[in-house]
C-alpha cells in the first residue's frame, strides 16, 4: 500500500491549489481516503475525506466550500481542490487511508486513520497575504 502525493506550492491569499494522491497497491475506491495538514508545531488534523463506494465526503468546518474532495478511479487518485487559500492553510498536507477498512468517512475513520492509517509523504502548501 502506498500513497504519492503532490501538488503543494506557494500561493497568494485568495489563490488556487490542486493536490494529487495517487494510491497503489490497493483500490482507492474501495477504502476512504483523506486529506490531513499538519502546521509547525502542531498536530495532524483531517480536512477532508472521501468514503469508499459512494463517494461520501466529511470537510472540516474551516474549509467547508472552499475545499473539494474528489476520486478518479480510473487513476486511482484522490484530489484535494482548494479554492479561496487563506494563510491560516498554510501546512504540510499528507493524504492517508484506512485500509483495509472500507467504510464511510466520520471522525471516528479519521481518528482510526491518525492511529493507525496508511500515509503518504507530505506536499507543503504555503499561503501569502
Known amino acids: 500500500v502506498q500513497l504519492q502525493a503532490s501538488g503543494g506550492g506557494l500561493v497568494h491569499s485568495g489563490g488556487s491549489l490542486r493536490l494529487s494522491c495517487i494510491a497503489s497497491g490497493f483500490t482507492a475506491d474501495n477504502y476512504p481516503i483523506a486529506w490531513f495538514r499538519q502546521r509547525p508545531g502542531e498536530g495532524r488534523e483531517g480536512v477532508a475525506c472521501?468514503?469508499?463506494?459512494?463517494?461520501?465526503?466529511w470537510y472540516l468546518d474551516s474549509v467547508k466550500g472552499r475545499f473539494t474532495i474528489s476520486r478518479d478511479d480510473a487513476k486511482n487518485t484522490v484530489y484535494l481542490q482548494m479554492n479561496s487559500l487563506k494563510p491560516e492553510d498554510t501546512a504540510e498536507y499528507y493524504c492517508?487511508?484506512?485500509?483495509?477498512?472500507?467504510?464511510?468517512?466520520?471522525?471516528?475513520?479519521?481518528?482510526?486513520?491518525?492511529?493507525?492509517?496508511?500515509w503518504g509523504q507530505g506536499t507543503q502548501v504555503t499561503v501569502s497575504s
Open positions: 472521501i468514503s469508499s463506494g459512494d463517494n461520501n465526503t
Open positions: 492517508a487511508t484506512d485500509f483495509p477498512r472500507p467504510g464511510f468517512c466520520t471522525t471516528q475513520t479519521l481518528g482510526y486513520i491518525l492511529l493507525s492509517g496508511s
